[in-house]
């Protein structure tokens, strides 16, 4: 096994990243704006999830250097009793430092009682055309009580607008609210301000980030992973760099070989968009730095 980074924090400088995306694919959810695979798994797609997620566990439970996790599905894990158990399990772990997972909060949230809340996140989106405001609104207030670790966010969508303003307001203000930019949409600065009275750092999905030939974390302190344990820098470069399982990946720092990055779970890792700082103590989950 190679050595892999360690070090006290999140911000690229001592311990490794792993953003991981099992075969996962099934959502409860159907967006109509989702660039994410829309399929329903059937009982062998699901056993083959779980078999490739309890693996992956293992393998971070058996290391010895510190890691932070981000659950990225293409689906909607949390409905999965197999992401509830390893978001435990991972929390517990005295290396792991953070371990977090992108959700629609559809599921119950009474497992969060036997995790670490020190460790534990989630990144959630409100999906307004799939949840009523209230019932997305009383998941986070269940999250708050809990005092669970987490961000909200939606899609910057003209439908939404109105609907992001209310669980901007409902919410209290030290939940960060974030917006992602539509994808391929252009914004006026009248509507781009519109968006920033809700997330203040929406300039920052806005527009894509050039990033061709600059310095960027992805292949050395943060990269990506897959259910069968192949490495990449990150989701948006396919280029193989090893296999976590064989031993094969060496990390190392490159400058990014994409023309653009205009997906936060890429351009947070990009050294010149100065994120790390804004969000220093939260870059998995989104929650910038007070």
Known sequence: MPLLPGGPDDRGRGHLTILYRGPLASCDYDCPYCPFAKRRDNPEQLRRDRAALERFTAWVAGRDHPVSVLFTPWGEGLVRSWYRRAMVELSHLPHVRRVAIQTNLSHRSGWLAEADLDTLALWATYHPGQVTHERFLTRCRDLVARGVRFSVGVVGLPEHLGHARRIRADLPAEVYVWVNAAEGAAYTDD???????????????????????????????????????????????PAVLGNLYEGTFRPKATACPAAICDCHIGYVHLETTGLYDVFAGGVLERIPAR
């Open 191 to 237: 509507e781009a301000a519109d968006w920033t009275a809700i997330d203040p750092l929406f300039r920052y999905s806005r527009t894509p980030h050039r990033s061709a030939g600059l310095p960027c974390r992805t292949g050395d302190s943060v990269i990506s992973v897959d259910g069968d344990g192949t490495v990449r820098r990150c989701h948006f470069v």
